[in-house]
C-alpha cells in the first residue's frame, strides 16, 4: 500500500506540473545613447544610465495553463537627459524574445553659471538676428550670482536676451550655435561675448 500510495503521488504532482505550463518572459534592454546622462523609469523601477551604459529586466508575459497566455505586452518607459527631452513611451516586448529601446539625442543644451553679482530674472531666445525673443526659458524662476542652469535648446544659431538686476537690464548674446547632443557651458557677466567655434586648421 505503502509504495502504491508513493506512485498515486507522484503521477499526481506529474499531472499538475503539465497543466502549469510555464511562464512566459521578454527581455527588455534599455541602452543610453544620448551623449548626458539618462534619468527614468522602467516599469515603475528608477534608472540613472551614463552614456552607453545599459539596463537589463525581465517582463513578465503570461502563463499556460490549459489557455495560453499572450504573445507580447507594452511596458512604460520614461525618463530625460540634458540632451533628450522628457518623454514617456510605450515598448512591446515579445515573449521569449530581447527588446532594446534605445535612448537618443533630440536636443543640445546651454547650460549657464552666472558670474555676475545679482541674480538673473529672464532668459529668452530668438533664431539668429530673427524677429522677436521667445518666451522665458528659466520658468519663473532665477539664477542667484554663482549658480547655474541648463536649457534644452534645438540645433541651430540662437541669440540669448538675459535679464538682470532689479532694474532689469537687458543684454543680448548673439551667435550661439547649437548641435544636437551638445552641451556648452557659457560663464555669464555682463558684456560677456560668445566665442565662435575655432577655425578648422589649415590642410597640409
Known amino acids: 500500500?505503502?509504495?502504491?500510495?508513493?506512485?498515486?503521488?507522484?503521477?499526481?504532482?506529474?499531472?499538475?506540473?503539465?497543466?502549469?505550463?510555464?511562464?512566459?518572459?521578454?527581455?527588455?534592454?534599455?541602452?543610453?545613447?544620448?551623449?548626458?546622462?539618462?534619468?527614468?523609469?522602467?516599469?515603475?523601477?528608477?534608472?540613472?544610465?551614463?552614456?552607453?551604459?545599459?539596463?537589463?529586466?525581465?517582463?513578465?508575459?503570461?502563463?499556460?495553463?490549459?489557455?495560453?497566455?499572450?504573445?507580447?505586452?507594452?511596458?512604460?518607459?520614461?525618463?530625460?537627459?540634458?540632451?533628450?527631452?522628457?518623454?514617456?513611451?510605450?515598448?512591446?516586448?515579445?515573449?521569449?524574445?530581447?527588446?532594446?529601446?534605445?535612448?537618443?539625442?533630440?536636443?543640445?543644451?546651454?547650460?549657464?553659471?552666472?558670474?555676475?553679482?545679482?541674480?538673473?530674472n529672464e532668459i529668452s531666445a530668438r533664431p539668429c538676428g530673427l524677429g522677436d525673443f521667445g518666451p522665458n526659458l528659466l520658468g519663473g524662476k532665477t539664477i542667484p550670482p554663482g549658480a547655474s542652469h541648463t536649457i534644452q535648446l534645438d540645433a541651430g544659431c540662437w541669440d540669448l536676451q538675459i535679464n538682470y538686476g532689479r532694474e532689469a537690464t537687458l543684454e543680448i548674446v548673439e551667435n550661439v550655435d547649437i548641435a544636437i547632443g551638445q552641451v556648452i557651458e557659457i560663464e555669464w557677466t555682463p558684456g560677456y561675448e560668445y566665442p565662435p567655434p575655432p577655425y578648422p586648421a589649415p590642410a597640409r
Open 1 to 120: 500500500m505503502a509504495t502504491f500510495g508513493i506512485r498515486a503521488l507522484i503521477a499526481v504532482s506529474v499531472m499538475a506540473a503539465a497543466l502549469s505550463g510555464c511562464s512566459q518572459e521578454g527581455t527588455l534592454v534599455i541602452e543610453n545613447g544620448a551623449s548626458t546622462e539618462f534619468t527614468g523609469a522602467v516599469e515603475g523601477t528608477q534608472v540613472t544610465l551614463d552614456t552607453g551604459d545599459s539596463y537589463q529586466t525581465t517582463v513578465y508575459i503570461g502563463r499556460s495553463l490549459a489557455i495560453v497566455g499572450p504573445d507580447h505586452i507594452t511596458a512604460t518607459v520614461s525618463g530625460s537627459a540634458i540632451t533628450k527631452r522628457a518623454f514617456t513611451e510605450e515598448v512591446t516586448i515579445k515573449n521569449g524574445e530581447t527588446t532594446t529601446f534605445r535612448v537618443p539625442n533630440d536636443v543640445g543644451a546651454l547650460i549657464l553659471t552666472n558670474l555676475h553679482t545679482v541674480s538673473i
